[in-house]
């Protein structure tokens, strides 16, 4: 997840929302290959200024906001690793399917960092403050199963008839009036709560915080020069 990617995300969410409701009825995520998305690209996280590392956060609240105020329903269909800013794309999402056997988390502290998306936040409201608390702070993988489980998932697909049940899931939205979709969306939204900006504030600047600390310095590095030994 770089500058770049969030970019096309942004602008074809940005045509999915001003797309003809009787051209578009529903928009799904899902990822090329075999991940959802592995989180942030570190390379990029390593070589950051200050500056620069407060704008890419920017540009993730863009991204989220780009989903969860779409006026089409969004499904995340997460169909391998799903990690990081990958996870908090899928928990912006009206609706989450995933694969058997997919993996997620939030894994920022072991980065001595925390998430900066407002992950943490709809986590907590999805599957409870207790369970949101044990995931982050330990920054443990957790299974699709473990997940439907808690509520968050709403189906598990076997992997090699994935895009089918998942677009066949997606097609029982598009015989419903859109105008009642984005109602029943807006409504929801409202009652979870959303994302506040008081929240949102909190996060971000305990974020910027912490990425200028040495102790996160170090584990970036160490993240990143690990990944460079493997390519090698």
Do not use: W
């Amino acid at each position: 997840m770089n500058s770049q990617m969030m970019n096309e995300i942004i602008h074809s969410l940005e045509e999915i929302n001003a797309a003809d409701p009787g051209q578009v009825r529903v928009a799904v995520i899902t990822g090329a290959g075999g991940a959802f998305m592995a989180g942030a690209d570190i390379k990029e996280y390593a070589q950051q200024t200050q500056g620069e590392f407060e704008d890419f956060q920017k540009k993730g609240y863009l991204l989220y906001a780009a989903i969860e105020d779409n006026a089409k329903p969004v499904i995340a269909a997460i169909n391998g690793y799903a990690f990081g800013g990958g996870f908090e794309i899928a928990l912006a999402c009206d609706m989450i399917v995933a694969a058997e056997g997919a993996k997620m988390g939030l894994p920022e502290i072991l980065l001595n960092l925390i998430r900066g998306g407002g992950g943490t936040l709809r986590l907590s409201k999805k599957i409870g403050v207790n369970m949101a608390n044990e995931m982050v702070m330990t920054g443990r993988t957790v299974l699709a199963e473990e997940m439907h489980r808690n509520g968050l998932i709403n189906y598990l697909y076997p992997k090699n008839t994935f895009i089918e049940k998942v677009t066949e899931f997606a097609a029982s939205f598009a015989d419903k009036e859109p105008d009642r979709l984005l109602a029943i969306k807006q409504l929801t939204k409202l009652i979870a709560g959303g994302v506040t900006l008081a929240a949102q504030t909190m996060e971000n600047t305990a974020l910027n915080n912490f990425y200028q600390s040495k102790e996160s310095k170090q584990k970036i590095r160490e993240f990143y020069q690990k990944s460079l030994e493997k390519k090698k």
